[in-house]
Antibody
Framework: QVQLQESGPGLVRPSETLSLTCTVS????????WSWIRQPPGKGLEWIGY???????NYNPSLKSRVTISVDTSKNQFSLRLSSVTAADTAFYYC?????????WGQGTLVTVSS | DIQMTQSPSSLSASVGDRVTITCRAS??????LKWYQQKPGKAPNLLIY???TLQSGVPSRFSGSGSGTDFTLTISSLQPEDFATYYC?????????FGQGTRLEIK
C-alpha cells in the first residue's frame, strides 16, 4: 500500500520561502507523476503542480513564478518550494500520487504564514 | 483555465434520501472528471473517475454521469458516513481545477 507523508515547518514568515517534502513509502517514486495540492482552512482545493520522476514539471500559472517542485529518487521523496509567501499562502498542503486521478494522498500539513 | 461550478454549495438531507450534486465546466472536459469526498481533517477520497467509473472500494450507492460540460454525482440512499464535502475536479487540461465544493449536512 502506497503511503505519502508531508514534512516541513508549520510556520513561515512573510516574504520567506515555504519548503515541504513528501516521503513515499510502499512503492517506488520512479513511476507515476507526483503532485502538490493545497487547501486554505475552510476553503476549496487548489492544484499547485506536479512532477514526473524524470524531473519534468507542470505548474499552476497562478503560482508558477514562485513554485519549484523537485524529486529525489534516491530518497523516494519529492519537494515543494514556494517563495515570497504571504498570508494568502496559509493552507493545508497535500502531496498526492498522479497527475489528475488522485487515489493516494498524504494526510496534509498546515503551513501558517505569519510574523 | 477551466472553471468548475458546483451546485448547490450546501445541501441538507436525511439518512435514506437520494441526493444529486451537479458540476458544470466552463468548457468541455470530455470525461476527464472526478468526484471526491472530504471529511473534516482528512485528505479528499476519490469516489468517481472518468465521470462515471466507481473507484475500487467505493459503495455502489455512489454514481456519476455526464460528459462534456455537465456532470452529476448521485448518492442513491444517504448513509450517516456520507455527510461530508464533495468536490468535482477536471484533469482535461492544466491547470487542473476543482469545483468550490458542496457541503452535505444532516437535516
Amino acid at each position: 500500500q502506497v503511503q505519502l507523508q508531508e514534512s516541513g515547518p508549520g510556520l513561515v514568515r512573510p516574504s520567506e520561502t515555504l519548503s515541504l517534502t513528501c516521503t513515499v513509502s510502499g512503492g517506488s517514486i520512479s513511476t507515476y507523476y507526483w503532485s502538490w495540492i493545497r487547501q486554505p482552512p475552510g476553503k476549496g482545493l487548489e492544484w499547485i503542480g506536479y512532477i514526473y520522476y524524470s524531473g519534468s514539471t507542470n505548474y499552476n500559472p497562478s503560482l508558477k513564478s514562485r513554485v519549484t517542485i523537485s524529486v529525489d529518487t534516491s530518497k523516494n521523496q519529492f519537494s515543494l518550494r514556494l517563495s515570497s509567501v504571504t498570508a494568502a499562502d496559509t493552507a493545508f498542503y497535500y502531496c498526492a500520487r498522479g497527475s489528475g486521478d488522485y487515489v493516494y494522498w498524504g494526510q496534509g500539513t498546515l503551513v501558517t504564514v505569519s510574523s | 483555465d477551466i472553471q468548475m461550478t458546483q451546485s448547490p454549495s450546501s445541501l441538507s438531507a436525511s439518512v435514506g434520501d437520494r441526493v444529486t450534486i451537479t458540476c458544470r465546466a466552463s468548457q468541455s472536459t470530455s470525461n476527464f472528471l472526478k468526484w471526491y469526498q472530504q471529511k473534516p481533517g482528512k485528505a479528499p477520497n476519490l469516489l468517481i473517475y472518468g465521470a462515471s467509473t466507481l473507484q475500487s472500494g467505493v459503495p455502489s450507492r455512489f454514481s456519476g454521469s455526464g460528459s462534456g460540460t455537465d456532470f452529476t454525482l448521485t448518492i442513491s440512499s444517504l448513509q450517516p458516513e456520507d455527510f461530508a464535502t464533495y468536490y468535482c475536479q477536471q484533469s482535461y487540461s492544466t491547470p487542473i481545477t476543482f469545483g468550490q465544493g458542496t457541503r452535505l449536512e444532516i437535516k
